[in-house]
């Protein structure tokens, strides 16, 4: 009991401490450009792209210290995508696609098969990936984005935002809340009903059914049925809405003018708001993981937020003799490797709980000799969220001699 109630302390201090951080951890960074930003794609934890009005790509490998600005075209890009850190796609005016196939060392043009105004793009599973816009044009490739087909959407209404599921599942949403579904690839597109009457510039799908949309009219929507129902979860959004991104089903952003950031952890149900250190206008956010992300805007704007990875203080008395290092990678799915080091022969526990301070699973309980040691964590049967692993190693059990006892965090991305 004693162990137990130490930890649900742990997670409470650590919760509050993680939230003070929460609101101090948004910092602008120098862009090297003064046009305006609508593209983002986080590709890993140092490497981000972003994409702007004049035909600017930026880039950066050093997690935003240094931003690399290239001019591909004189038209407006307006949303740029990756499927791995090598291929990726980036559209705008005049149907413009330009696509790389070595991780932004040369983007070539390819022909969209559309002469409309491309606002939005998504990656679906494989080789699939969309792009949609003005004129209601919505075009598909099946080969990475060398080749494109203009597909029918049934509407001349302008599209600004696109999310891709699969190979067959494609929602696009845009003008006076209009949302277009297709199910089977983009031969048919059907009208979802929309409780949004203004425009939805953002839609985001985390599986086939959980989706949200952004939008004017301080304007958020979800659905769990895959869009044949949509609810509006805006309470505590005061602006309009330009851009969002949810890690998982709970955690969510989404971003405003005059620098408004809103974040929530429960689905929507209620946002709060954080200080982005600017007062310009924020067109799209990205996050990497729970605490790294960015998000861009107008003039050049580039906001990065960066939350130190805290470990919760141990419980028992730190020894050199005991390492627990983080699990990798991180976040997961389905698994992650937890590495510990003994220089000693100890009893050792291994445990993993979620936040209400539940025990999940015991991976490791025993006798162990000296050496470096990895343990294989499967969370296939446990839903997307943020978890904790315990090692306890020493003399916990006897409560004499030496112990050590120190949780860290983990973030499940299904």
């Known amino acids: 009991m004693r162990h137990k109630y130490l930890f649900a302390m742990i997670i409470i201090s650590f919760i509050y401490f993680h939230n003070i951080i929460v609101a101090q951890s948004w910092n602008v960074q120098v862009s090297n450009t003064t046009q305006q930003l609508k593209g983002l794609y986080v ?126 599942n494609a929602w696009a949403v845009g003008e006076d809340g209009m949302i277009k579904f297709t199910s089977d690839g983009g031969i048919t597109w059907v009208t979802q009903q929309s409780p949004a009457t203004d425009d ?44 969002i991104f949810f890690l998982d089903e709970n955690n969510g952003w989404a971003v405003s003018d005059l620098g408004a950031i809103y974040i929530t952890s429960n689905g929507g149900m209620s946002w709060g708001t954080q200080s982005s250190n600017t007062t310009q206008t924020l067109n799209e956010i990205h996050f990497f993981s729970s605490n790294l992300g960015w998000t861009v805007g107008d003039i050049g704007t580039i906001v990065h937020f960066s939350e130190p990875v805290t470990d919760v203080e141990p419980e028992g008395t730190i020894s050199e003799s005991y390492q627990l290092s983080q699990n990798y990678p991180n976040p997961f799915n389905p698994s992650t490797k937890i590495k510990y080091t003994l220089t000693t022969s100890s009893f050792v526990t291994i445990k993993v709980y979620n936040l209400l301070g539940n025990e999940i699973v015991t991976l490791v309980n025993g006798i162990k000799p000296a050496g470096t040691f990895e343990v294989d964590f499967n969370a296939s049967e446990i839903p997307s969220g943020i978890y904790f692993y315990k090692l306890e190693a020493g003399n916990f059990l006897s409560g004499s001699g030496e112990s050590f006892v120190q949780t860290k965090k983990m973030m499940l991305l299904k």
């Open 200 to 243: 939805l510039h953002d839609v985001q799908f985390l599986t086939e059914s959980i989706g949200y949309g952004g939008g004017s009219n301080s304007e958020i929507i979800f659905t769990n049925d895959g869009g044949q129902n949509w609810i509006s979860r805006s309470n505590g959004i005061a602006m309009g809405i330009n851009g």
């Open 43 to 168: 590709v890993s934890e140092t490497e981000v792209w972003a994409c702007g009005d004049g035909g600017v790509v930026l880039h950066t490998l050093d997690a935003g210290t240094n931003w690399t600005v290239n001019t591909l075209t004189g038209a407006d890009l307006h949303s740029i995508v990756f499927k791995d850190a090598s291929i990726g796609i980036v559209v705008g005016d005049g149907g413009i696609i330009f696509r790389t196939t070595d991780g932004g060392v040369n983007w070539m043009s390819v022909n969209s098969s559309t002469g409309s105004q491309l606002r939005a793009a998504d990656w679906g599973d494989g080789n699939v990936v969309w792009a949609a816009g003005r004129d209601g044009a919505i075009v598909k490739s099946t080969d990475g984005g060398q080749t494109w087909s203009v597909l029918n959407s049934g509407t001349t209404g302008r599209f600004r935002g696109l999310a891709a599921f699969g190979i067959n």
